[in-house]
């Protein structure tokens, strides 16, 4: 190749470098300029995030952190009164459980503009999708502070109106209208600071307030120091139902109006108590206010949705001379609604005082239409204490209780002993395998079927014989009913049971566990099936469970379901067993109180006619152990079937039973439901 072409060829090479380098070179300026916009983007979004996140926390002190100080000042407003501002308008509203959402940073000509939606919850519930937008600077480090990024339409001096129309909780009232849970007058104590004086003065007044009010110094001075505190504004320390009987100086006392339970103790479990809402509710409910009051257990949270109504109000940006701009949230208020039960005030507080503090429940039923007159619990707590503020020293003290207080008796689950017994019975009446008038040669307090046995012995407390039905149910024997409980079979026996209420549910705004007959579908042990046959082995039925299981017999065989809510129609099931065996086991039970051998003739003196059936569920570790001892009381009006009782006494101690229990409240249901 000559000179002159390879010339040529090395000069069309230049001009195809040299643009390669300059598409190298563009290519590699903007690729810088993309990777710096992504940059900023992402500080951007950094920066925002941080922003809200300071929001959510209620840290108004550090959002000027992520706000550009000549924007706010352009917009009439220095870092103090930017956090004044955040902090008075977001605390009024009650603002919580703030989500961020569609957060998006894009780069418009020289600037970088950030859109984002906010969803707050306020008094009045959700305040949805409320969209915000503005630009950033410092490489998206600060945000160009306005306003409208306190609310959007937000401008200059504007201000925010908050006015609330809250709704009134609905009561629960008991079937006569007296009042369960109700709206009444409660006394809230708090502190003015400004008239605690200074020095040794305000250390004496704080700790003569904090004993007096069952608080400690150190939660005193928390809720002084409180952001919004000033020197003249009431700051509430503890709400009670009843007026406190001292106030030390420095103490003030407001009337106001609060959720009162005027039964206290006596029906804690049952109608449960109030509390202010979390932000943890608010998460699982987006109609939730942030100010409410929601129910923490019982009735109260069982009937919450019903009882609790909305609040109403609205949420409006207001200009520098008050007049209104526009509308955030409006809602119309609507009231909760009142709920009447079944429920006996008088019969409650009488059960209530009969069980004297042991550990037991009382239940009642009107057999013929299943409203639950008394469901009652001990020991118990004050629900008033529960809603309005308990001292930690209080608290405690409910919660380390060997007792448990908060346990609701009257459903949970026990073995529910010989009262048992008139059911297995009426199974065998009705299967043809039990004679009522056969005589059992029964000998010695101890019986076993055979050696198979091993050393378990069924025992019974009287050595009675020949023992037939009557005798058995009068003398509580449980070797009788062991033998006929073997002589019908598991096949009978659980084809029986199955027509009663285990593994079933009761229409009922009461948690309970479904009654079980055993843990497994079959006992595969025929100690097991003996055991059962009086009312032990693995059986649990709460006192609710038992006396609906117990309505066939002032009902004739038809099972009525137990109603709580006083509207509600009354349910049955009808030919659970046979009507005659019904009157049989009646007529027996009538003995249980008349024969002066019968377990539950201290009944006899009240002069009351009285179907009656005791119980012993004894639970112990061996056999010839003394155990833990639950005593069962079942009794009904035997004449016109209008109430029926159920007593329990949990470990009860040597001496008692549950049947002493019942005396003064089987004579008020005698003398009111005639």
């Known amino acids: ?57 209620g840290n108004y002190q550090e959002l000027p952190k992520s706000l550009n100080a000549d924007s706010m000042k352009n917009s009439g407003y220095s870092k103090k009164q930017v956090v004044e501002k955040y902090q008075s308008i977001f605390s009024g509203i009650s603002a919580s459980n703030i989500k ?45 502070w306005k306003p409208n990024l306190i609310f959007p339409g937000m401008s200059g001096k504007d201000k925010i109106n908050y006015s609330v129309d809250p709704a009134i909780r609905g009561e ?52 002084l120091s409180q952001a919004w505190v000033q020197d003249d504004f009431f700051v509430p320390l503890k709400t009670t139902a009843e007026a406190p009987k001292e106030t030390p100086e420095g103490l ?87 709920v009447k039960l079944t429920i006996d005030s008088r019969a409650q507080q009488i059960a209530y005082n009969g069980l004297n503090g042991q550990a037991g429940s009382s239940v009642v039923m009107a057999p013929k239409t299943g409203d639950l007159l ?72 101890k019986w076993q079927k055979d050696s198979s046995w091993g050393s378990y012995q069924v025992t019974r407390v009287s050595d009675v014989s020949p023992v037939n039905l009557r005798t058995a149910l009068v003398y509580s024997d449980n070797i009788y009913m062991a033998q006929e409980t073997l002589k019908m079979g598991e096949k009978t026996f659980r084809t029986g049971l199955n027509k009663f209420v285990f593994g079933k549910d009761l229409d009922l705004p009461i948690a309970m566990d479904k009654a079980q007959i055993s843990s497994k579908d079959s006992f595969d042990s025929e100690i097991l099936l003996a055991d059962t046959g009086y009312g032990q082995g693995q059986l649990l039925m709460n006192p609710i469970q038992q006396i609906t299981a117990y309505s066939v017999f002032p009902n004739k065989g038809t099972m009525v379901y137990p109603k709580l809510i006083a509207d509600k129609d009354t349910t049955d099931k009808k030919d659970v067993i046979k009507a005659s065996s019904a009157d049989i086991i009646n007529g027996d039970m009538q003995a249980v109180v008349s024969d002066e051998n019968g377990t539950a003739h201290s009944l006899a003196a009240l002069n009351i006619p009285l179907a009656a059936k005791t119980g012993t569920a004894e639970i112990k570790q061996k056999q010839d152990e003394k155990g833990q001892e639950n005593s069962f009381l079942y009794a009904f009006d035997s004449e016109k079937q209008n109430y029926s009782v159920v007593e329990f006494l949990e470990d009860k101690a040597e001496g008692t039973s549950a049947t002493e229990l019942s005396k003064e409240l089987l004579t008020y249901l005698n003398q009111t439901y005639q």
């Open 1 to 57: 190749m000559d000179r002159t072409t390879r010339n040529k060829k090395e000069m069309n090479k230049g001009p195809i470098i040299l643009i390669g380098i300059i598409v190298v070179l563009i290519a590699g300026f903007f690729g810088v300029r993309a990777y710096q916009t992504s940059q900023v983007k992402k500080q951007g979004e950094e920066t925002i995030q941080a922003f809200v996140k300071h929001l959510q926390k």
């Open 100 to 144: 961020l959402k569609n957060l998006t940073v894009d780069k418009q000509g020289d600037d970088f503009h950030f859109s984002y939606a906010l969803s707050i919850n306020t008094g009045f519930g959700q305040l949805k999708n409320q969209k915000y937008s503005g630009t950033l600077t410092d490489g998206g480090k600060e945000i160009n």
């Open 172 to 223: 629960i009232v008991d079937r006569s209208g007296q009042g369960l849970a109700t709206n009444g007058t409660v006394y809230q104590s708090g502190i003015v600071p400004k008239n605690l004086g200074s020095g040794d003065e305000r250390t004496t007044r704080i700790e003569a307030i904090a004993k007096s009010v069952g608080m400690t110094v150190k939660d005193v001075e928390a809720a």
């Open 252 to 338: 003030e006392v407001k009337e106001t109006t609060g959720r009162t339970y005027p039964l206290k103790e006596a029906a804690a479990q049952l109608i449960g108590y109030v509390g202010k809402v979390t932000a943890e509710d608010m998460k699982k409910n987006n109609d939730l206010a942030s100010d409410s009051l929601i129910g923490r257990s019982g009735l109260e949270r069982a009937l919450d949705k019903q009882l609790r109504g909305k609040d109403g109000g609205s949420l409006a940006i207001l200009d520098s001379k008050g007049n209104e701009k526009k509308v955030l949230q409006t809602v119309d208020k609507k009231d909760g609604e009142n």
């Open 374 to 445: 008394v469901a009652a619990s001990s020991p118990s707590f004050d629900p008033n204490k529960m809603t309005n503020g308990i001292s930690q020293t209080e608290y405690d003290a409910y919660s380390n209780d060997k007792n448990q207080p908060f346990m609701s008796r009257f459903a949970t689950g026990y073995a529910p002993g010989s009262t048992f017994k008139t059911i297995t019975a009426a199974i065998g009446l009705d299967a043809g395998t039990l004679n009522p008038n056969e005589e059992l040669a029964i000998n010695g307090l």
